[in-house]
DNA sequence: ACGCACATGTAAGCCGTTACATGATTAC
DNA sequence: GTAATCATGTAACGGCTTACATGTGCGT
């Protein structure tokens, strides 16, 4: 699992309290990994009893107080032995594709709205991770060495999202020449 | 849940056996949508009480007989249903853009070579699509109306492998100018 | 005799999703 | 006063993975 290891390579970095983490993983870990605040939460607690990380309380005047998670030297070990794995490329689980697939059994134009929905969707993902590498990798050998392998990261995710709109757009001139007949019923 | 509507899907192209559903979703639908045979099997088992699928069992004179499942009116209804609604992008986690985000920690070749083994995996993985792509989708024309959809998602394939590809080629570049300081360990 | 492809399943455990629960502080 | 943000959790359910279990027929 690796949920886990995930937490704790977000961790080495700097320590974070369990809120900070999940709006962190929104942020800038989205585009290869998505974990929800409860998930998070249940992990954290789960890596102090092993012992990968420890916490304490930072008492806070003008907000509630929070738990902030530091990796240990176990943690670190821990994080850097699993490094030395060969890692599998994700399964694939896309909804969009399915619909697709079965697409010849519903009117065209019900497939077309999808598409562009998913493209205007992949856009907005696209602006923000731009936007981001503005910001923080302006000038990427002035940043520190951390930095420069999370710009790795944030590249994966823009051409991610580049490559769902480009798909987009070519299946949707493909589709556009396909026979109209599609948006028939049969009888069956 | 949309596993049950991968396999609506694709025995709304032709009833297949669960054996068979397997080995097909390995070859055709393992781009979007990956699905292990005990899944398969389970599901169909549910499929068929809910009375969306039905299916007979096939003598077979040389081989253990199978089990032939078809889609149902109702479950072709289910299925229309479905293609209605609007789907959400997969969450994603990758394993490999965790390890490449912590790579700082351990000595660069180590990612390299990661990087380069799982640049192969794609590269397999394109070289099947495009042969896939010859053998079926040489004329789209004349390809019947549901092959024609599956060319889109065949497409959504060769284009994710090829972005791989090609992220990969870009990381490897960029890592070699990084500084060499990430192989030495610190004292923590 | 052995391994492989064909063929169908069960069971345990883990992980992720969703809903629920609580409570403080700030801004309007 | 009420909505939003900050902050931390618990509980139930369901799906997915992994391992196990069983058996046929073909090729070598």
């Given at each position: 699992m690796a949920l886990t290891h995930a937490i704790l390579a977000t961790l080495a970095r700097s320590p974070l309290s369990g809120y900070d983490l999940a709006k962190h993983f929104d942020q800038y870990v989205a585009c290869y990994w998505q974990a929800s605040q409860q998930q998070i939460y249940r992990e954290l607690a789960k890596l102090e009893v092993e012992g990968w990380v420890h916490s304490h309380l930072e008492i806070q005047a003008d907000r509630p107080n929070k738990k902030v998670y530091e990796i240990t030297p176990l943690g670190k070990e821990n994080l850097k032995e699993w490094l030395k794995e060969p890692s599998q490329p994700t399964v694939l689980r896309e909804d969009l594709l399915v619909k697709v697939l079965a697409g010849?059994?519903?009117?065209?134009n019900l497939i077309e709205e999808e598409l562009k929905r998913r493209q205007k969707i992949h856009q907005n993902q696209l602006d923000h991770y731009r936007q981001v590498e503005q910001s923080f990798f302006a000038n990427l050998r002035q940043v520190p060495l951390e930095h420069q392998f999370q710009y790795l990261t944030l590249k994966r995710g823009i051409r991610y999202e580049a490559d769902w709109i480009a798909w987009c757009e070519e299946a949707l001139t493909l589709l556009a020449q396909f026979?109209?007949?599609?948006?028939r019923e049969r009888a069956d």
């Open positions: 010849y059994l519903v009117p065209k026979p109209e007949e599609c948006s």
